[in-house]
């Protein structure tokens, strides 16, 4: 059975951080390029990053380009997200998934407020 886990999520005041993580299994995560989306409140699905299998490619949205950093361990099945210098209007439900729209995880909730 495939899975995709998130976890990390929590409630931060602006200016936080925290570090998502994504655990995979059922499927040769290390093959796959990999990223994260996010949902916020009434709005639809945004891509945020994506990363390539090896782990030497990545990018981002402009709205989160040199505050989120993606990163993965495929020794570990694992994709994560450091979300730094935290904004409002990052609150979202973030999910992990496969570049290929095969695989997404249940999400885990990040909100921003003071």
């Known amino acids: 059975e495939v899975q995709l886990v998130e976890s990390g999520g929590g409630l931060v005041q602006p200016g936080g951080s925290l570090r998502l993580s994504c655990i995979a299994s059922?499927?040769?995560?290390?093959?796959?390029?990999m990223q994260w989306v996010r949902q916020a409140p009434g709005k639809g699905l945004e891509w945020v990053s994506t990363?390539?299998?090896?782990?030497?490619?990545?990018n981002y949205a402009d709205s989160v380009k040199g505050r989120f950093t993606i990163s993965r361990d495929n020794n570990k099945n694992t994709l994560y997200l450091q979300l730094n210098s935290l904004k409002t209007e990052d609150t979202a439900m973030y999910y992990c998934?496969?570049?290929?729209?095969?695989?997404r995880g249940q999400g885990t909730q990040v909100t921003v407020s003071s």
């Open positions: 998934q496969s570049a290929d729209y095969k695989y």
């Open positions: 059922g499927f040769t995560f290390s093959n796959y390029i």
């Open positions: 990363i390539n299998s090896g782990g030497s490619y990545t």
